[in-house]
């Protein structure tokens, strides 16, 4: 069983920047991969990006460039950095462990 817990979200004018937490309820070491997942009002959820247990990471394609996955053992912590922020980023933002764990998202809202 994991729990998982983000954080980080708000209101940000497009170009600026946020960063997401995500931290989960055990180690994280031994988590094959952490994705991250968003819901935009009216759409479906989909995925936006993965770091894996080696390290490796992807992204969806509108995001390449301007958002960044990263983790931090220590604290047993997933960060989602997302730079350049545009106004169709605007969504609920989710940490997904497989097979069936998610956290109970955070708002993001890029307006000016």
């Known amino acids: 069983q994991v729990q998982l817990v983000e954080s980080g979200g708000g209101l940000v004018q497009p170009g600026g920047s946020l960063r997401l937490s995500c931290a989960a309820s055990?180690?994280?070491?031994?988590?094959?991969?952490m994705l991250w997942y968003r819901q935009a009002p009216g759409k479906e959820r989909a995925w936006v990006a993965t770091?894996?247990?080696?390290?490796?990471?992807n992204y969806v394609d509108s995001v390449k460039g301007r958002f960044t996955i990263s983790r931090d053992y220590a604290k047993n912590t997933v960060y989602l950095q997302m730079n350049s922020l545009r106004p169709e980023d605007t969504a609920v933002y989710y940490c997904?462990?497989?097979?069936?764990?998610w956290g109970q998202g955070t708002q993001v809202t890029v307006s000016s």
């Open positions: 055990t180690s994280i070491f031994s988590i094959n991969a």
């Open positions: 770091i894996t247990r080696s390290g490796s990471t």
């Open positions: 997904h462990v497989l097979p069936r764990y």
